[in-house]
Nanobody, 125 residues
């Protein structure tokens, strides 16, 4: 079992930036791909971005391309999400997730085995 803890969420004005972090502990592996999803009340989790185990491949939802960047530091078991040019519609709870896969098929939440508790991101108008 892998434990994931997110941090870095908060309140920011439209056009601003935030950097989220996700630290993994327990039975972790550098072979695992990592992803970020988000959720608003009344809706299911939505894919945001993912990164392969080595960090060589990344995947982004269309609505965040050019604004968000995912990265990882395997030595520290940490994945990051740099969010720039934030919009009010980005307001959501953001979840970090670990996949048993090393790469590929990472846009579906069904391909992730462990999830963090989530961190709230609120973007004001």
């Amino acid at each position: 079992q892998v434990q994931l803890v997110e941090s870095g969420g908060g309140l920011v004005q439209a056009g601003g930036s935030l950097r989220l972090s996700c630290v993994a502990s327990g039975r972790t592996s550098s072979r695992q791909a990592m992803g970020w999803f988000r959720q608003v009340p009344g809706k299911g989790r939505e894919f945001v971005t993912a990164i392969s185990s080595s960090g060589s491949s990344t995947y982004y939802a269309d609505f965040v391309k050019g604004r968000f960047t995912i990265s990882r530091d395997n030595a520290e078991n940490t994945v990051y999400l740099q969010m720039n040019s934030l919009k009010p519609e980005d307001t959501a709870v953001y979840y970090c997730a670990a996949s048993p896969r090393s790469s590929g098929y990472l846009t579906s939440e069904n391909n992730y085995s462990d999830w963090g508790q989530g961190t709230q991101v609120t973007v004001s108008s």
